[in-house]
């Protein structure tokens, strides 16, 4: 009997990656990259429309492209009949949310809508709509709603009800012509199979979905007198994780070089699918997904309620375990604004002279230092803080700075910093019940050794590393194989094609003590600026803003 394969694609902040797979065995075959034309639309869109601070858009043709050049780009380098591939799946950035018409159009491709800001795609790191959700928030624990709790207490500016809630407010037309509000992960698939199918990970952990529904029709009037309407354009049949959502269109078979029919499985989201391809399924697992963001991803057994996590959701990972997810809304991303727009030329001529980048000049300079060398504490939230504290109006910090201060100890600081927030995040769960067994690193950041060291010091935990260096892609090709019928359940399909290396990782206990004693300063920092003692934060981005509307509306800083 000849070998079968699948495809996993996963849907990036800047990029989306294919992978084929072997179904047997999870053999990684070949990969490619398509990169976003557009990028993330942070000030204009591309007729030139300045957008406001906060913003980060997208096109939605940019993820055809993905299936139009990296999926037959990685099935030629693969070597393999199309004939051979039994499904694709599809992971995605969430919550990614867009509105469209009835058919699936994207309002955004409608001429009278291009100019219009809110008829596109909203990334995941869309902070405008910080206002809405506060309010969901406060009248959620005004009207006693059992769901916030499901939420750590805080629902997310990042999330589809802040974002969608923005739109009615400040384009209300975008908000009734939309027929539809649906996340990117299902429209990809929808592009795919022809059929609209609505995933339960996304409406779980992004669209308050809990035990069968979505928050009342009651609560969302309260929000808004027109609000509740988006019940309407809602998904409220959602098909299993690892079901067939049907089978790839003429149209797609075209695109991507697979054959017409070819199963494709129901979306799902990056972080989570990310679990399958570590083979990290148990109860107490945590993946930490690292790159540009970091989502922490863990099954437990009881249903527990934990201060400042994303969501947990009954079978939101994997069936039978109710899936726990936190995380950290920047982290890669502070490492690239370091290297960006805070190191001088010398450093980028040295990479230059040597062929490494930056990262890997100012990681060598850090490695050189002894802990506390620097005399640094970084706050971490330079993106906002997701967990604990749910709040996108927080900003960084460094305490400490002098003279003598130079680049790679703030490098260093910042290293230091993303681990002290995913401690904080560990010491959330463990406090309110749910052990954490093993900690696994996945992502592109577990390849760069003295962060991975600086984590496991910082924790005082071993750390293991997922096997793939594509998580999320190869998490969905395991998908793609139940969906395809190749495995009866996700668990069995994890065991065959996922890994991931046991403790690569250890504290070193003279280090653990030396962070333990920076770690407290850490917290000190992150009580006094995160939980409402000084609101600088929130003031300095108000009056950022403001400034920012006074001339124009340019958010680049750039004058």
Same mark, same amino acid.
């Given at each position: 009997?000849?070998?079968?394969?699948?495809?996993?694609?996963?849907?990036?902040?800047?990029?989306?990656?294919?992978?084929?797979?072997?179904?047997?065995?999870?053999?990684?075959?070949?990969?490619?990259?398509?990169?976003?034309?557009?990028?993330?639309?942070?000030?204009?869109?591309?007729? &030139?429309?300045?957008? /406001?601070?906060?913003?980060?858009?997208?096109?939605?043709?940019?993820?055809?492209?993905?299936?139009?050049?990296?999926?037959?780009?990685?099935?030629?380098?693969?070597?393999?009949?199309?004939?051979?591939?039994?499904?694709?799946?599809?992971?995605?950035?969430?919550?990614?949310?867009?509105?469209?018409?009835?058919?699936?159009?994207?309002?955004?491709?409608?001429?009278?809508?291009?100019?219009?800001?809110?008829?596109?795609?909203?990334?995941?790191?869309?902070?405008?709509?910080?206002?809405?959700?506060?309010?969901? !928030?406060?009248?959620?624990?005004?009207?006693?709603?059992?769901?916030?709790?499901?939420?750590?207490?805080?629902?997310?500016?990042?999330?589809? $009800?802040?974002?969608?809630?923005?739109?009615?407010?400040?384009?209300?037309?975008?908000?009734?012509?939309?027929?539809?509000?649906?996340?990117?992960?299902?429209?990809?698939?929808?592009?795919?199979?022809?059929?609209?199918?609505? !995933?339960?990970?996304?409406?779980?952990?992004?669209?308050?979905?809990?035990?069968?529904?979505?928050?009342?029709?009651?609560?969302?009037?309260?929000?808004?007198?027109?609000?509740?309407?988006?019940?309407?354009?809602?998904?409220?049949?959602? @098909?299993?994780?690892?079901?067939?959502?049907?089978?790839? @269109?003429?149209?797609?078979?075209?695109? @991507?070089?697979?054959?017409? *029919?070819?199963?494709?499985?129901?979306?799902?989201?990056?972080?989570?699918?990310?679990?399958?391809?570590?083979?990290?399924?148990?109860?107490?697992?945590?993946?930490?997904?690292?790159?540009?963001?970091?989502?922490?991803?863990?099954?437990?057994?009881?249903?527990?309620?934990?201060? *400042?996590?994303?969501?947990?959701?009954?079978?939101?990972?994997?069936?039978?375990?109710? *899936?726990?997810?936190?995380?950290?809304?920047?982290?890669?991303?502070?490492?690239?604004?370091?290297?960006?727009?805070?190191?001088?030329?010398?450093?980028?001529?040295?990479?230059?002279?040597?062929?490494?980048?930056? +990262?890997?000049?100012?990681?060598?300079?850090?490695?050189?230092?002894?802990?506390?060398?620097?005399?640094?504490?970084?706050?971490?939230?330079?993106?906002?803080?997701?967990?604990?504290?749910? !709040?996108?109006?927080?900003?960084?910090?460094?305490?400490?700075?002098?003279?003598?201060?130079?680049?790679?100890?703030?490098?260093?600081?910042?290293? =230091?910093?993303?681990?002290? &927030?995913?401690? @904080?995040?560990?010491?959330?769960?463990?406090?309110?019940?749910?052990?954490?067994?093993?900690?696994?690193?996945?992502? /592109?950041?577990?390849?760069?050794?003295?962060?991975?060291?600086?984590?496991?010091?910082?924790?005082?935990?071993?750390?293991?590393?997922?096997?793939?260096?594509?998580? &999320?892609?190869?998490?969905?090709?395991? $998908?793609?194989?139940?969906?395809?019928?190749?495995?009866?359940?996700?668990? =069995?399909?994890?065991?065959?094609? *996922?890994? +991931?290396?046991?403790?690569?990782?250890?504290?070193?206990?003279?280090?653990?003590?030396?962070?333990?004693?920076?770690?407290?300063?850490?917290?000190?920092?992150?009580?006094?600026?995160?939980? &409402?003692? !000084?609101?600088?934060?929130?003031?300095?981005?108000?009056?950022?803003?403001?400034?920012?509307?006074?001339?124009?509306?340019?958010?680049?800083?750039?004058?």
């Amino acid at each position: 009997m000849s070998e079968k394969y699948t495809v996993g694609v996963d849907f990036g902040t800047l990029s989306g990656r294919a992978l084929v797979v072997r179904v047997s065995d999870g053999l990684e075959l070949a990969s490619s990259e398509f990169v976003y034309p557009h990028a993330v639309m942070e000030k204009s869109l591309p007729d &030139g429309t300045v957008l /406001g601070p906060e913003y980060a858009l997208q096109h939605p043709l940019d993820y055809l492209g993905v299936f139009q050049n990296a999926v037959p780009a990685a099935l030629r380098s693969s070597g393999i009949q199309a004939a051979d591939v039994v499904g694709i799946g599809i992971d995605f950035t969430a919550c990614t949310v867009l509105p469209t018409l009835e058919d699936g159009t994207p309002l955004c491709l409608l001429p009278e809508f291009s100019s219009r800001p809110h008829a596109w795609v909203k990334l995941w790191k869309h902070h405008a709509a910080q206002g809405q959700a506060d309010r969901i !928030n406060a009248l959620a624990h005004a009207r006693g709603e059992s769901w916030i709790a499901r939420y750590g207490g805080k629902i997310s500016s990042e999330w589809a $009800f802040p974002k969608v809630l923005e739109v009615l407010e400040e384009d209300p037309e975008v908000f009734h012509r939309a027929g539809k509000w649906i996340e990117a992960t299902d429209w990809v698939v929808w592009q795919l199979c022809g059929l609209e199918t609505r !995933n339960p990970c996304t409406a779980g952990y992004k669209e308050m979905y809990q035990d069968g529904h979505y928050p009342s029709s009651d609560y969302l009037g309260a929000l808004h007198p027109e609000f509740e309407r988006i019940l309407e354009k809602l998904g409220h049949t959602l @098909t299993p994780l690892g079901a067939r959502a049907g089978g790839l @269109t003429a149209q797609a078979a075209q695109w @991507t070089g697979l054959l017409e *029919g070819t199963a494709v499985a129901v979306g799902n989201v990056d972080a989570h699918v990310t679990a399958a391809a570590a083979n990290a399924t148990g109860a107490g697992q945590m993946v930490a997904i690292m790159g540009t963001s970091t989502c922490h991803i863990m099954n437990g057994e009881s249903l527990e309620d934990v201060p *400042g996590m994303c969501g947990v959701v009954d079978g939101g990972i994997t069936p039978g375990l109710y *899936g726990y997810e936190a995380g950290q809304s920047g982290v890669g991303d502070l490492f690239g604004w370091m290297v960006a727009h805070a190191t001088p030329p010398e450093y980028h001529a040295r990479a230059q002279e040597q062929g490494v980048s930056v +990262h890997q000049i100012l990681t060598d300079e850090a490695a050189k230092q002894a802990i506390g060398e620097h005399g640094l504490i970084a706050l971490d939230w330079l993106s906002g803080n997701r967990s604990v504290l749910v !709040n996108a109006e927080l900003s960084g910090i460094f305490v400490g700075l002098t003279l003598a201060t130079r680049t790679p100890d703030l490098y260093r600081a910042l290293l =230091e910093s993303t681990a002290y &927030g995913t401690r @904080t995040i560990l010491e959330a769960f463990e406090g309110s019940g749910v052990p954490v067994h093993e900690l696994i690193i996945a992502g /592109g950041l577990m390849k760069n050794p003295l962060l991975m060291q600086i984590y496991a010091d910082v924790t005082g935990r071993e750390l293991s590393l997922v096997a793939s260096q594509q998580g &999320g892609a190869l998490g969905s090709a395991i $998908f793609a194989a139940v969906a395809a019928g190749s495995y009866p359940d996700i668990y =069995e399909a994890a065991r065959a094609m *996922g890994k +991931h290396h046991r403790a690569v990782y250890k504290p070193i206990l003279e280090n653990q003590k030396a962070y333990d004693r920076l770690y407290a300063e850490y917290k000190l920092l992150h009580d006094y600026f995160g939980r &409402g003692a !000084n609101e600088v934060m929130k003031r300095l981005k108000t009056m950022r803003a403001d400034a920012l509307l006074e001339r124009g509306g340019d958010s680049s800083g750039e004058l």
